[in-house]
């Protein structure tokens, strides 16, 4: 095995004009961490942000590689118990933040934030588990661990244009659940009724007083709509916040008394606490439910940057998806 491997490794703010892999040593395997040889990468707006503004704050690596998730085999277990070869996804707890990410041939993975694939999956394409992990984790335990989604449910998606929005989509429509589902540009009309959207709406951030009303709530504009998203809950409803694509992070002056309706519910989800239990059901569930993640392309490992330029140039809908199968 050679010493080197071609990476993206950035230490200050990178559109992708500016992007080159670039050869670093491959990491060695050292207790609680697993040596990765990196088939697919699912890119994501948290790395847009990291590549374009968070990469300047002091708790990010300098330098560093990103990727926030990734999957592959494992080449090297060190202490862990797991084989040579088993296919594998990562995501998250400081991936590409903290630790060198998935933007690589190699990953050196703590072992905590690895997961096996379960055979259900095995046969899928690198390209579709690729799109699978950060994305799917997202939309899973928004959906179940917070909105606790029921089929007889109806879903309020807001800001269901993006790629967490389709996988929610999938997810929900899959067990029958009626999907209300928003977006800023009408042009995406079409694209969300494929993905089984019943009722599409424009999003102009005023929903409730059009009467817009759903049981559950999945927030992906974030504390932009947060308010009015609360205002459109039935009795007992829940909102989850989970997206931030509204540009607002934090939602200031908030009164919860009177901005909460009475017994109506607020949660929010953070994708940093993956297990194999949740990670496995995901992946049989796409697996058994034959969903396709939606990919807006794949590029092979050598036009990396070719995909940040897409990422960059916005315009298109679904993940991008980086494989390398040499
Ligand atoms: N809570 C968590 O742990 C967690 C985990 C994963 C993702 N997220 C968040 O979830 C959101 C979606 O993530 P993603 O990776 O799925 O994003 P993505 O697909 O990379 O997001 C880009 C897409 O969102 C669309 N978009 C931008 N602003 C929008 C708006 N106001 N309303 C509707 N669509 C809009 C863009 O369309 P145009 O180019 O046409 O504008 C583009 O297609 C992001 O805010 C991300 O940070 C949160």
């Known amino acids: 095995m050679s010493e080197t491997m071609r990476a993206l490794q950035i230490?200050?703010?990178?559109?992708?004009?500016?992007?080159?892999?670039?050869?670093?040593?491959?990491?060695?395997?050292?207790?609680?961490?697993?040596?990765?040889?990196?088939?697919?990468?699912?890119?994501?707006?948290?790395?847009w942000e990291l590549r374009h503004d968070e990469i300047r704050e002091s708790y990010i690596t300098h330098p560093i590689i990103p990727g926030i998730e990734g999957v592959g085999e494992v080449v090297d277990p060190s202490d862990q118990d797991i084989e040579i070869g088993q296919k594998v996804c990562m995501l998250m707890g400081g991936m590409g933040r903290m630790w060198d990410g998935s933007y690589a041939e190699y990953c050196l993975v703590r072992a905590d934030h690895l997961f096996s694939i379960p055979e259900a999956a095995g046969d899928l394409s690198w390209a579709t588990l690729a799109a699978v992990p950060e994305t799917f984790f997202t939309a899973w335990g928004s959906l179940f661990e917070c909105l606790q989604l029921k089929a007889t449910d109806t879903l309020l998606i807001r800001a269901a244009s993006c790629g967490l929005g389709y996988a929610?989509?999938?997810?929900?429509?899959?067990?029958?659940?009626?999907?209300?589902?928003?977006?800023?540009?009408?042009?995406?009309?079409?694209?969300?009724?494929?993905?089984?959207?019943?009722?599409?709406?424009?999003?102009?951030?005023?929903?409730?007083?059009?009467?817009?009303?759903?049981?559950?709530?999945?927030?992906?504009?974030?504390?932009?709509?947060?308010?009015?998203?609360?205002?459109?809950?039935?009795?007992?409803?829940?909102?989850?916040?989970?997206?931030?694509?509204?540009?607002?992070?934090?939602?200031?002056?908030?009164?919860?008394i009177k901005e909460?309706?009475?017994?109506?519910?607020?949660?929010?989800?953070?994708?940093?606490?993956?297990?194999?239990?949740?990670?496995?059901?995901?992946?049989?569930?796409?697996?058994?439910?034959?969903?396709?993640?939606f990919v807006a392309k794949v590029f092979d490992f050598d036009h990396l940057v070719d995909?940040?330029?897409?990422?960059?140039?916005?315009?298109?809908?679904?993940?991008?998806?980086?494989?390398?199968e040499s």
């Open 11 to 47: 230490s200050d703010v990178t559109p992708a004009s500016e992007a080159a892999l670039v050869n670093v040593p491959i990491p060695k395997a050292k207790p609680g961490w697993v040596l990765v040889r990196v088939r697919g990468i699912g890119l994501n707006h948290s790395e």
């Open 168 to 256: 929610s989509m999938q997810i929900a429509k899959a067990l029958g659940v009626r999907v209300v589902a928003t977006t800023h540009r009408e042009k995406y009309f079409g694209l969300l009724e494929r993905f089984g959207a019943d009722e599409l709406v424009l999003d102009d951030g005023s929903l409730a007083d059009k009467g817009v009303r759903a049981d559950k709530v999945l927030e992906l504009s974030g504390p932009k709509t947060l308010r009015d998203s609360l205002r459109c809950l039935r009795d007992g409803g829940i909102c989850c916040n989970t997206g931030i694509l509204g540009g607002e992070f934090t939602l200031d002056g908030f009164d919860p």
């Open 307 to 324: 995909a940040l330029a897409m990422q960059d140039g916005g315009g298109f809908q679904g993940k991008l998806v980086i494989t390398n």
């Open 260 to 293: 909460i309706p009475n017994g109506r519910y607020l949660t929010g989800f953070f994708s940093n606490y993956p297990t194999q239990e949740v990670m496995s059901e995901i992946f049989a569930f796409v697996a058994e439910r034959d969903i396709e993640p």
